[in-house]
């Protein structure tokens, strides 16, 4: 038999390589420091644990959600928790829709807007998911550069106007991965701006506005004047509440893009199960999740102090669990990735994996598998001065 022609059309998960690599190397019995994939280590708080334990004996929770957007509970719960994060008022019945985590919406609502030949504005390097589900859909890509001089976020003044014109759908993302960018009230003005202009719908990925530190607070795009007139805006609680497992998430913002991305959900799944949705919603009315944080900004300091001792200049980022790290001299971004994981026994993910602009970087993620308090990426930082041939001329 053969598969869809669609499938052709992208390349194989990132994320599945490196799992491949690293099995690998596991498999010599060598003992590695994961500097990989940004699935928070640390425990989903008790509290959310113990209610879901307790909606989950209820038998009620057993059946399908027959709720347009999810259940009332969460939906109600999101909207409280954007009024009291951001000063967003929402419209629970037409302006907020439960995710079955992040990446699924981000997916989705490609699907949801994109026909064959139509364009979407993706940024680059980036999440895969946008792209991969922008060509899977029939559409084609327009790639928006994320470069230093310009602080990782996309000169829109730059983009061809032929593109622009043509396209139908941006995808925006920050906090960012890979590069741990943030942005600005103005920058999101001047994306407002360029949407209304060419008419273009924009999704903004938010997954990471909770991961910030040093007293950093990240805006929602839906704090910008006009942003519900144009855009959405998708949240994920697997980053905010160490969810990752829990597949859980939520679109907001405005209605008709809501409406189609419910529209074309409405035939491939039948929403969360209710146990979890009502824990989640628990989560947002009640916890945080500090004590992770604490940790994460312990690692992020221990990583960049270290790295700079071995002749790196990188700043600490203010958001998100990555560090977007120049290679040395005289390698590639996956020559590098390998002289890490062969030499040093350390995973990173080569800057390739998110894109053409990618490379010269890997990201180097501080979710880091049975590091207990910064031990384990002193011990990464140590292999790489021991280890890796490092000059910088």
């Known amino acids: ?48 644990i113990d209610k879901l334990r307790e909606y989950a004996a209820k038998p009620e929770t057993h059946r399908y959600d027959e709720s347009d957007a999810g259940a009332p509970a969460f939906i109600d719960a999101v909207g409280r928790w954007y009024s009291r994060r951001f000063g ?27 026909d064959p030949g139509d364009l979407s504005l993706i940024p680059d390097p980036a999440y895969t998911v946008y792209k991969v589900n922008t060509l899977m859909a029939g559409g084609e890509v327009a790639i928006m550069p994320l470069l230093a001089e310009n602080k990782f976020l996309p000169d829109l003044t730059a983009i061809p106007s032929d593109a622009a014109l043509r396209a139908k759908l941006m995808y925006i993302n920050y906090p960012n991965n890979p590069t741990g960018a943030v942005a600005t009230p103005e920058f999101f003005a001047n994306v407002v701006d360029f949407a209304k202009h060419y008419d273009i719908a924009v999704c903004h990925d938010c997954a990471y506005s909770e991961v910030s530190f040093d007293g950093y607070r990240a805006p929602s795009f839906m704090q910008t004047p006009g942003a519900k007139d144009v855009g959405v805006e998708i949240h994920s609680l697997s980053k905010t509440f160490n969810m990752t497992g829990w597949r859980i ?43 992770a944080l604490e940790l994460i900004r312990r690692r ?31 390698y590639s971004s996956v020559e590098f990735v390998k002289a890490l994981l062969q030499d040093a026994g350390v995973l990173a993910i080569p800057g390739t994996g998110y894109g053409t602009y990618g490379e010269g970087y890997v990201r180097m993620s501080l979710t880091v598998s049975g590091d207990v308090n910064g031990e384990r990426v002193a011990e990464a930082v140590r292999r790489i001065r021991d280890n890796v041939n490092i000059s910088w001329g």
Request: net charge negative; aromatic share 8%.
């Open 1 to 48: 038999m053969q598969r869809a022609r669609r499938l052709n059309s992208i390349p194989p998960y990132l994320f599945g390589e490196v799992a491949r690599m690293k099995a690998k190397v596991i498999a010599e019995g060598r003992d590695i420091v994961d500097l990989g994939i940004g699935d928070p280590d640390q425990p989903t708080p008790q509290p959310i």
């Open 300 to 330: 992020r300091n221990i990583l960049v102090d270290g790295l700079n001792s071995l002749g790196w200049r990188l700043e600490k980022p203010k958001a998100t669990f990555y560090l977007w790290v120049p290679v040395p001299p005289g």
């Open 249 to 291: 998430g939520f679109a907001v913002g405005n209605p008709d893009i809501i409406a189609a991305l419910r529209s074309l959900k409405s035939y491939i799944d039948s929403k969360q199960f209710a146990a979890i949705s009502l824990s989640g919603a628990y989560a947002l009315d009640h916890l945080n999740n500090d004590a």
């Open 88 to 114: 967003v008022e929402l419209d629970t019945d037409s302006e907020i829709l439960l995710l079955i985590g992040s990446k699924e919406g981000l997916a989705h609502l490609a699907w949801a807007m994109i």
